[in-house]
């Protein structure tokens, strides 16, 4: 499974982005996929995740009511639109996609990562 995140970039506190996460490659009959993310000399930490059949999410109390995962399943794509951006959301942000529907927030559960992409918030 190959992995292609996008999206990052600079913004200012109040401001929003949206990053997308492209799947190819080999297929599952179930799984989910997440969002994680990791600050400067911090430990990786899980932001939000998405049922591929279902659509159901689950999300970080840090993020909730200011970020959504969303998919498109024509195009196995996952995206992540973040409002209301704070300077501590600064981090690299990685998507992931394991096999199954039980959400984990450790990283160590997903077999398969995207190269990350970089988002900086502004005060």
């Known amino acids: 499974v190959q992995l292609q995140a996008s999206g990052g970039g600079l913004v200012q506190a109040g401001g929003s982005l949206r990053l997308s996460c492209a799947a190819s490659?080999?297929?599952?009959?179930?799984?989910?996929m997440a969002w994680f993310r990791q600050a400067p000399g911090k430990e990786r930490e899980f932001v939000a995740d998405?049922?591929?059949?279902?659509?159901?999410?689950f999300y970080a109390d840090s993020v909730k009511g200011r970020f959504t995962i969303s998919r498109d399943n024509a195009r196995n794509t996952v995206f992540l639109q973040m409002n209301s951006l704070k300077p501590e959301d600064t981090a690299v942000y990685y998507c992931?996609?394991?096999?199954?529907?039980?959400?984990?927030?450790?990283?160590?559960?997903?077999?398969?990562w995207g190269q990350g992409t970089q988002v900086t918030v502004q005060r």
């Open positions: 998405i049922r591929w059949r279902s659509g159901s999410t």
């Open positions: 490659g080999r297929t599952f009959s179930a799984y989910l």
């Open positions: 992931a996609i394991r096999e199954g529907t039980y959400s984990y927030t450790e990283g160590g559960h997903y077999a398969y």
